[in-house]
């Protein structure tokens, strides 16, 4: 999801040679908290916020007391990489700009509430959107990725047998334990759907096989109050290139769908851990 999706294409902007009272009219006009500031020629020269104009004169231009120093974004910054952007610079606004041209602008209070509606509400993860869009990032960055599927095994029995709270439960447990096992920057975990989990990491493939063994192992150690096991299957490894002409969202969309086909043999097998086919085997 991109942040053209949800930006505001209605930029409310100032000139920087205006004074002080012009910024402070359209903002209570508007009843917004900061402006895109424009030069005459009418590039972007910075950004003025209510705060900035606490205690400040009417007639002092805007040029005088804008942020200059600009975090600006393009329009194909995905959501959660506009969230990383805007927290790392500590604004609370991002304009998007295009070809050198201000196109809109994204607002904190936007992007967390559109964030929400992609969290999973019982386990605080992500969604399988946040797991699409971070392996398509990572493709065009990392050297080596991995998709990495987890399977709750006879999840349908744990429901029937022993109630939906205590599968709730189970996902939480698993949602927990990724969570806690995930290194930061490293792995980035969702919830793919039902009594599915994913993580997209750019652990080296034999390191993510080890970790996700690991895993499971821990799962089962950690459920006290039912048997519970994991099934994984795995897609991915070290790329030479990203090839001219592909599609980081096919090629997302492919090592998503390997992985869980791979996770559904380990199921069948009772493994625990497989790779998918024609990647590297297993490390002892």
């Not at 009219?25 to 895109?36: A, I, N, R, S, T």
């Not at 104009?53 to 393009?74: F, K, W, Y």
């Not at 936007?110 to 386990?123: E, F, G, Q, V, W």
């Not at 969309?253 to 791979?262: D, F, M, T, V, Y």
């Amino acid at each position: 999801m991109k942040i053209t999706e949800i930006m505001n294409r209605n930029v409310l902007t100032v000139c920087q040679d205006q004074p002080v009272s012009q910024a402070v009219h359209l903002m209570e006009k508007h009843k917004v908290g900061g402006l895109v500031v424009l030069a005459p020629d009418g590039t972007l020269a910075g950004i003025v916020t209510s705060r900035d104009l606490r205690g400040v004169p009417a007639s002092r231009p805007i040029s005088e007391i804008m942020s200059r120093n600009l975090t600006v974004i393009d329009p194909t910054t995905s959501l959660w990489e506009a969230m990383d952007i805007m927290n790392q610079a500590g604004v609370e606004r991002l304009p998007v700009v295009a070809a050198k041209k201000l196109i809109g602008i994204v607002t904190k209070i936007d992007l967390l509430t559109t964030i929400a509606r992609h969290t999973d509400s019982l386990t605080g993860l992500y969604t399988a959107a946040y797991l699409r869009d971070t392996a398509e990032r990572l493709l065009q960055t990392a050297p080596e990725i991995c998709v990495i599927f987890f399977d709750i095994d006879d999840f349908g029995l744990i429901n029937k047998l022993l109630g939906h709270s205590q599968g709730d439960q189970c996902l939480r447990l698993v949602a927990n334990l990724l969570c806690c096992q995930s290194r930061p920057g490293q792995d980035f975990p969702c919830r793919y759907g039902g009594d599915e989990f994913a993580v997209v990491s750019t652990r080296p493939l034999e390191d993510a096989v080890i970790w996700a063994r690991r895993l499971t192992e821990e799962a089962e150690k950690n459920c006290k109050s039912v048997s519970l096991s994991l099934s994984a299957g795995i897609a991915g490894g070290r790329r030479r290139s990203f090839r001219p002409g592909t599609n980081p969202a096919d090629v997302a969309e492919s090592l998503i769908n390997l992985a869980s086909l791979a996770s559904t043999r380990a199921k069948l097998k009772r493994s625990g851990v497989e790779v998918a086919s024609g990647e590297p085997p297993l490390p002892n």
